[in-house]
Structures are given as C-alpha cells and as structure tokens.
C-alpha cells in the first residue's frame, strides 16, 4: 500500500515538473522510497560584459547538495525572522539589517568557494557569517549583546568575523578596498585562493570601489567583487541613485557577470566560473546577484514607504530562493514532503535553542571592557570617565 | 536674544529713516551737509537703540511667554522649514533626506514643500556631495549638507577641512564658504564602535570652521538659523538621543527671526561652589547632576557651550574665577579633546589662579565603543561620575 501511494505520488510530481524551467527529469521506475541521486537543470543564461564565454547554463545538483543547501538557506531564513522578533521585543538593540530573501546569493557563493577562500561584505551580513561557518548560537548570542556572542558582545550586528570572513562592515563601502586587499595578501602570499568583495546597489557608486577596480585590474588582484543589488539603497531605488544600472558593467575594463541572485545554482555556477578565472591569474571579476530582500533596510525602516506591498508579495511568491530550491527538490524526486518537513522541525529547534541561549547567556563581564585596544601588546591601562578610573585593558 | 531681534527691528527702522530722509533731499543741498545730515540721523536712533531694547527687553520679560513643546527634531526641521523659506539660496542636501523625509525624520515634510529643487536626495557618496555642496557655496549658494551621522563624515572630511575651512583663508578673503554641515553626532544606543563617535574634537581643531554643538531645542533652534545665516562654513553636531525630547519654547524663541550667536556659552544654572562646562547631550546630564548635589548643599554652576569654535573662554573663565573649581564633561574621548583644550585654556588665562583645585575633565572611556549594553553604558559618562568627581574636586 504504501510503495503503491509512493508510486502514484511519485508519478504526479513527475508530471509537476514542467513547472520549473526547462527541468530535465531522470525517470526511473521504482518501488522503494528512494530518491534521485542527482539532476541536471537548465539555469537562466547571464548576461556578459566583456567574456566571450560566460558560467555554465546548466548546474547538477545532488540529493546531498539539495539538502544542504535547502537547510542552509532555511536556517538563515529562519535565523533573520527570529532576530526580527527578537528586536521587536527589544531584545536586541542598535542596528539590525536582516537577510531574509537574499539567502541564495551567500549559500550559492559558499557552495562555490573553498572554505579557504576569502568574504567580506558590509552591514547585511548575518547569512554570510552563518554560511562562513559561525553557528546560530553565537550570531544570535552577539545579536543580544552576550558574553557568548562570536565577538564576546563587542561588536554587535555588523561587526562578526570569522576566519577568512572579514565581517561585517559599518561604513558603506569601505569594505570594497578592504577585500581587494586581501585579495593582494593571497597573490603576494601565492596561495590560489580568492576573496569575494561583496557590496550592495546603494554602495555600487562609491569612489572607493572604482578605486579598488582600478588597482586590482591594474596589478591582476584575485578578487571577485560582487555587488548584491536588491533595487535599494535604503529608501532610495536603483533609478534614483544611479546614472548607470548595469552594476555588472561598472567595473568599466573589468569583466563582469549579471546572475539571477535569487537562483541558488545561478550563483553557484557564476562563482564558480569567477573563481576559475581569478585563480588563472586573469585579474578580477565583477558580479552582479539580481536579488530581493523582504524587510525594510534595517528594522526602523518599515520598507513600504518606497515600495509598495504587493512588490514584496509578488517576488515572495514568485521568486523566494527557498521555495525554488524546494520544488526543483520535490519535482525530481530528490526529497520528499516529510523529508523536507523533517529539516524544517530541526531547524525551528536549532533557532529555539540558539534564541533561548542569546537571552539567556549573561552579559559579558565589565572587566572586558577595556581589553582588545591592541594585539600582543603588554596589559595597559586605559583612563575611565574621570581621571580616578583606571581600567585594565589586556590583549 | 531680545537684543538680537530688537536690534533686527531697529536697523529696519534706521533703513526706512534713512530712505526716507534721500527722497526728501532736494537738489539744493549739498553732499556734505546730507551725509552730515545721515550721521546725525544715525547716531540719534542708535543712542535710542539701546534705550528701545531696554524697553523691549522689559516688555518681553513683563509679558508672559506663551510657552509651546518642541522637540528638537522639530526645532531643527522648523529652523530649516523658515531660513529655506526665507532664503532661495538655501538648499538641504543628504542621503534620504527628500523621500524618505531624512533618516532620522528632521526634514520631514522640507521635501513636500519645497520639492525637488532645494531638497536634494543623493547617493550614498559622501566624499562626492560634500565637496559638491562646497562647491555649490563657491558659487554662491547656502547649502546644508547632511551627514547621516557624523561618522560618515570621515568620508569626506577633506571636502570639510580643505575645501571648506581653509579656502577663505586661502583666497585672502576673496572667497567665502557659506555652507552648513550638519548632522548626529557622538554616541547612541546600541550602535557599536563605527556608528558613535563624537567628532568635537576633531572639528573644533581647525582654524577657519565654526562648530557648533546644541542641547536644547532653543539651542538647536537658534543655531542652525545662525548657521544657515552665517556666511562661514559652520559644522553644526546634533545628537540622535536628543531629537524626541521636547522642551518650552517661549514665544520669542519660536520668532522666525530669532537667533543665537555663535560663539557665546549660555549659564544654564546659576551655582557658586564649583562650574560644569559641557556641551550637546551631557549638559543635561551635568543639570541631573547639580540637582542631586544641591541637596547635599552643593551648588554647581552649570556652562552650556553651545559653541566649541570659537570657543567662549570669557564665559567659563568668569565661572571659574566665581567658584574655584572647574569640571569639563563630554560623550567624547579624552586625549586631546574638548574638555583637555578647555583645562589649557584656563591654565593660560587668569582663572587659574583663582582655581583652589586641579582642573578635571569627564568624558567616555578611551575605547571603541563596545555594543552590548552594560559594556556600552559603562563607556560613556554617567550622572553618578559627574556626582563623583564633582565630590573628589572639592574634596568631599
């Protein structure tokens, strides 16, 4: 009965699958609950400045890789609703700039990468200090403010390292120059590693990041610098502060690459090609991830005063990374509905569980207030608010 | 400030005199007998100038001021609203500050009214629409280039001191740069080490810039119109935790010609035992602070600056030289900072002898700023550190 209910179910998704473009389906006639090992699947072309031959336009995906991706990205996704949740119970504070929509351009460019390749992004960045290995705990912890925060509490929402991950930067634009630098520390040190520069559509016009061009074409830097456009730069649209669009042809002498930012293969594929290319020695990349993100640029802005609701709704329904990934999974028989379900429930308890240890984690302690002002240096004294203070300040 | 606008309304009167007096001129007389003639005019209605503003002054402070509540962000949003109205020079421009009706709301509704041409939103490119507003000043007119938050500003810093401040000088006084910076300034809540830095210090550096730093609405009232008015380039630093905070205005206060002038401190509480000089958000603090002492018999005499260049040195010396003791306090870091200029300035000048005790200042703790909340709290100055080192200088 039950192989006969798998068969029949099995049969229907097949016959679903032409909803997704041009999915070729491996065809198999079984009786046992066992799934597709891997499928080919026809990605959106990219749109080319400067390359005669762009990233594939087909990405095989495994069983394996579905499911990593799938609960990567949905742990994000679940990690940035929680934090929103968390914030509108002023439980964190300060600044808060969540990811959720954006999830398919870090897990794509991390399924593309060596973990010992190099990230850095700006002030949006909890998705990618996840995807560069620091676990929900402790990114949600450092959201709180607690001592068991990645940073120990001291850095907040935009200031999460890891290693080879750079954070979490503040100020708009500035970790562009910062990423082409690390990009020079690998070809200085010649280790066939890259560094992912990431910025948004709101910082794509920057001095600074032409300057960083500029140097990393001129002495063939490693670097592959991606601008994240979600059509906003806080309140302000794309056409409102840009004369140019074309962030992936900005880079002017510099080859670049459009990717549908919200298809997790796309990116894939397109990292993996300007990963290819930078390792050759042929000098940067530009990218360009076409993505969307569904909350306000931070959580005091309620996102709807420059876009309209039914926007939101629309890419929500049409285009959520998520949901693609998962019907690309269930229409070829690479997961099941309660597989899917499974992940689901054991993310919800690894979010509960991180949520309950960043409340209740204790604050970290006052004499580390003073401590981290210099690296391997002798314990120093820093004044206090009056010159009768005298704190302590260790490396 | 009576004498300001009194002083307004008698130039007004001494103009419509004089214009009067060259329509009634006839051909016969001669040139010097009509300058003469002018002189006498003027000097008659300045003798009576200071008679009127007595009289004014009398009237205003007999008259009970309608106080209204104004926050400071509206005090700063209506301050622009009518030196924009007044002036067609005058234009805002700033990341959000048209659609989005600024970022932190204080030019709410400039855009709506004034539209596209005087309410500019740019993008996100500080060094570039800095150095266009001072351009923009070269050529004549009265820009106010908002800064995000001050932090940003390092962005473009070059625009401010190069271009800005030094090109008077520079062009021997051929080129003036009316231009006002303004923006958050110093720490808030929760924003971390790269979004609460206090910038005072490092403006009030440089010769050739007015800084400006307001407490209260009034403050932010008058001085961003005194900027605006100004013909200097004038770093006007606001404070995020002080925008919804309302205060009374009085009636002459909401006059949209009212004034503050640049460079003069305002004693906010009158004290005999020992003077706090501070600025923007701590000057609250330090009359937190007296209020607590004052029940232990301790009256401090509280020195809001308003202005940190020029500097009001007269203002605090003649505080200092009535109570002996001088406490500095400010959000920002010690070393080489406001409160450490003002201590010099005092050793250099003549209160120092009237000191019974070593100058001292309060200011956040020498550290970036941490984000979590009790590290955070511990790293600006509190009301129980002023109390405290108020008590230590009079060695209580």
């Known amino acids: ?395 | 400030m009576h004498f300001l606008v009194a002083n307004e309304i008698l130039y007004c009167i001494e103009d419509y005199c004089i214009k009067a007096f060259c329509k009634l001129r006839t051909s016969r007389s001669s040139l010097t007998e009509d300058r003469s003639k002018m002189a006498s005019i003027r000097c008659f209605l300045r003798s009576g100038k200071s008679a009127v503003s007595v009289v004014l002054r009398r009237e205003f402070s007999k008259t009970s001021p309608a106080a209204v509540q104004v926050n400071v962000r509206d005090a700063l949003n209506q301050a622009m609203d009518e030196e924009l109205e007044r002036d067609e020079k005058v234009f805002l421009l700033g990341e959000e500050v048209a659609q989005y009706d600024g970022a932190y709301k204080v030019s709410r509704g400039l855009w709506k009214k004034y539209g596209d041409k005087r309410i500019i939103d740019t993008p996100i490119t500080e060094m570039g629409f800095a150095g266009i507003a001072v351009g923009a000043a070269f050529a004549g007119l009265r820009p106010i280039c908002e800064f995000m938050t001050w932090n940003f500003s390092m962005q473009a810093i070059d625009q401010v001191i190069n271009s800005a401040a030094k090109t008077y000088y520079m062009s021997a006084g051929a080129q003036p740069v009316p231009i006002v910076f303004r923006g958050p300034n110093g720490s808030s809540a929760g924003v971390a080490a790269q979004h609460s830095q206090c910038f005072a210090a490092w403006y009030g550096h440089c010769p050739g810039l007015k800084v400006v730093s307001p407490w209260n609405s009034e403050d932010a009232r008058g001085l961003l119109k005194a900027a605006i008015r100004d013909n200097n380039p004038v770093v006007f630093l606001e404070n995020e935790l002080m925008y919804g905070v309302p205060f009374d205005l009085s009636e002459e206060v909401m006059h949209k010609d009212f004034v503050l002038p640049i460079g003069k401190a305002k004693v906010e509480r009158q004290g005999t035992h020992i003077t706090l000089v501070s600025h923007s958000r701590c000057v609250g603090f330090c009359l937190d602070a007296a209020a607590v002492l004052a029940k232990e018999g301790v009256e401090c005499e509280v020195v809001n600056l308003r202005t940190i260049r020029p500097l009001d040195v007269e203002t605090i010396e003649a505080s200092v030289m009535k109570t002996g003791h001088l406490v500095t306090v400010e959000g920002g870091w010690p070393q080489y900072g406001v409160g450490a200029e003002i201590c010099a300035r005092i050793m250099e000048g003549p209160a120092f002898n009237y000191l019974d005790a070593p100058a001292v200042r309060v200011t956040g703790v020498d550290i970036p700023m941490p984000y979590a909340k009790i590290l955070e709290d511990h790293s600006v100055p509190q009301i129980k550190d002023i109390i405290f080192t108020v008590k230590k200088v009079l060695n209580m």
């Not at chain 1, 499928?39 to 890789?65: M, N, W, Y």
């Not at chain 1, 910025?199 to 063939?220: C, H, P, R, T, V």
């Not at chain 1, 240096?377 to 260790?394: A, F, I, Y």
Request: a neutral charge; one cysteine or more; glycine letters at 10%.
């Open chain 1, 1 to 395: 009965m039950q192989k006969m209910l798998t068969l029949i179910s099995n049969v229907y998704r097949l016959g679903n699958a032409s909803k997704n473009v041009g999915a070729r389906m491996v065809l198999s006639t079984r009786f046992f609950t066992d799934f597709t090992p891997q499928a080919s699947f026809d990605i959106k072309k990219c749109e080319l400045h400067r390359l005669e031959a762009g990233p594939s336009e087909t990405a095989v995906l495994t069983r394996e890789q579905g499911l990593q991706y799938y609960r990567t990205m949905q742990t994000m996704r679940r990690m940035e609703l929680k934090a929103d949740q968390l914030y509108k119970q002023k439980i964190i504070r300060g600044f808060c700039h969540l990811y959720d929509g954006q999830e398919a351009c870090a897990m794509g460019i991390e399924a593309g990468i060596n973990p010992t390749d190099h990230l850095i992004t700006a002030y949006r960045a909890h998705g990618y200090t996840f995807t560069r290995g620091v676990c929900v705990r402790e990114i949600m912890a450092e959201l709180t403010g607690r001592r068991g925060g990645v940073a120990k509490g001291k850095g907040g929402s935009m200031h999460m390292y890891a290693k080879h991950f750079y954070g979490g930067n503040g100020i708009v634009g500035a970790q562009v120059p910062l990423g082409a630098g690390v990009a020079l520390a690998c070809q200085y040190q010649g280790n066939n590693q890259v560094c992912v520069a990431l910025y948004g559509d709101g910082a794509a016009n920057q001095g600074q990041i032409f300057e960083s061009f500029n140097m990393a074409a001129l002495w063939k830097l490693p670097c592959i610098f991606i601008c994240e456009n979600n059509k906003f730069g806080m309140g302000t649209s794309v056409e409102r502060s840009s004369a140019s669009t074309d962030y992936f042809k900005r880079g002017d002498y510099i080859p670049g690459i459009k990717v549908d930012g919200m298809d997790v293969l796309c990116v894939r594929e397109a990292i993996k090609f300007a990963a290819d290319y930078c390792r050759a020695g042929k000098g940067p990349i530009v990218m360009e991830l076409e993505t969307y993100r569904y909350h306000g640029h931070s959580m005091s802005d309620p996102g709807v005063s420059y876009r309209s609701r039914e926007e939101i709704q629309e890419v929500r329904s049409k285009s959520d990374p998520i949901t693609m990934l998962k019907e690309r999974m269930l229409s070829n028989n690479m997961a099941s509905v309660e597989e899917i379900k499974e992940i689901d429930v054991d993310i919800r308890k690894v979010i509960e569980d991180a949520a309950q240890f960043a409340i209740s984690d204790p604050e970290p302690p006052l004499d580390e207030l003073c401590n981290h002002i210099f690296a391997n240096d002798l314990p120093m004294e820093v004044r206090g608010t009056n010159p009768w203070v005298k704190l302590k300040s260790v490396s």
